[in-house]
């Protein structure tokens, strides 16, 4: 499986990545600092599951995920947010995230949602050509 990791917190994704593959062993993990890369890294590789930060400079998750949805819409999404008020539900609920996790999470609670999402009836997300 392929997922891709998307947040501006390096010490974050360093440790969400080294969580990952110490409980999912063999999968590939993508790393992007902002949704720009995380919309570049979809363009070339074929991604399982996004889990992504909606508070980046360069391009915010928002963004990310209008453009995720026009590249492999049937993807699943678990977006990560200290914020859930009922503004930002409805925002990621418009823009038909499922998930959502609030910051700051045990890793415990994103391994439940995760695993709801892998086990979702989705397709799953080619690569574009650049």
Not at 98 to 117: D, I, Q, V, W
Request: one cysteine or more.
């Amino acid at each position: 499986m392929n997922i891709l990791l998307v947040d501006d917190n390096e010490i974050l994704l360093d440790s969400l990545s080294t969580w990952l593959h110490r409980q999912m062993p063999g999968n590939r993990i993508f790393i992007g600092f902002n949704g720009k890369d995380g919309i570049e890294i979809l363009k070339r590789d074929r991604v399982d599951l996004i889990v992504t930060d909606l508070c980046m400079p360069v391009m915010n998750g928002y963004a990310f995920i209008e453009q995720k949805n026009n590249i492999c819409p049937d993807t699943p999404l678990i977006a990560m947010t200290s914020d859930r008020s009922d503004e930002v539900m409805t925002r990621l609920m418009v823009l038909g995230v499922t998930h959502c996790l609030e910051k700051p999470f045990e890793f415990a609670s994103l391994a439940g949602r995760l695993m709801e999402a892998i086990h979702a009836d989705r397709s799953h997300c080619e690569a574009v050509a650049v």
